[in-house]
Structure formats: structure tokens, C-alpha cells
């Protein structure tokens, strides 16, 4: 069993950012890939960015050009920069983690406020 641990969350203002982190308690070298997903109230869970092991991102349309996902491998941490927020990123944002040889787990979530 893999722990994911996020935070960062919080409030902030239209235009501002916020950096969430996701804490694994495994090894994260050994990943195909991290994820970080986002459910607004009333919506399905929606994928908001991804990285491969080998550091190749993939990022939603709402999101391109203000978010950033990265990750430290030394650490075993996966960040999700976010920049120029808007009100409709709020959200829960949650982390993902997918092992190759198998073994996808989920973090508790972090909530996220954007508002004036």
C-alpha cells in the first residue's frame, strides 16, 4: 500500500498562485506515471496534468500555460505549480500515482478556493 499525502491547498485570489505538493510514502522512481485530477462540486473528477517517468507532461486545456507539474524523485514528491488562478479551478485536487508491474493509488485531497 502506497500513502499519498497533498498539500499546499488553500484559498487565494483571481490572478494568484499556489504550489501543491503529493508526498509518497513509496519510491516514486519506479512510476509510469503521476497525475494530479480535480473535482469541482457537482462535477465528475476531471484530469487536470500529468508526468511520465521520464518527465514528459501533458497538461488539460483550462490549464495550459498556468499550471506546472513536476516532480522530485529524490523526495518522492510530485508539485502542481499554479498560476493566474480563476475562479472555476476551484476544486478538490487530488494525486495519482500509477506503478509499472501495477498498483494506481489516490491522495486524500486538497482543497483549492479561488476567490475574491
Known amino acids: 500500500q502506497v500513502q499519498l499525502v497533498e498539500s499546499g491547498g488553500g484559498k487565494a485570489q483571481p490572478g494568484g498562485s499556489l504550489r501543491l505538493s503529493c508526498a509518497a510514502s513509496?519510491?516514486?522512481?519506479?512510476?509510469?506515471?503521476m497525475a494530479w485530477y480535480r473535482q469541482a462540486p457537482g462535477n465528475q473528477r476531471e484530469l487536470v496534468a500529468t508526468?511520465?517517468?521520464?518527465?514528459?507532461?501533458n497538461y488539460a486545456d483550462a490549464v495550459k500555460g498556468r499550471f506546472t507539474i513536476s516532480r522530485d524523485n529524490a523526495e518522492n514528491t510530485v508539485y502542481l505549480q499554479m498560476n493566474s488562478l480563476k475562479p472555476e479551478d476551484t476544486a478538490v485536487y487530488y494525486c495519482?500515482?500509477?506503478?509499472w508491474g501495477g498498483g494506481n493509488y489516490w491522495g486524500q485531497g486538497t482543497q483549492v478556493t479561488v476567490s475574491s
Open positions: 495519482n500515482v500509477d506503478y
Open positions: 513509496r519510491s516514486i522512481s519506479s512510476s509510469r506515471v
Open positions: 508526468i511520465t517517468g521520464g518527465g514528459r507532461t
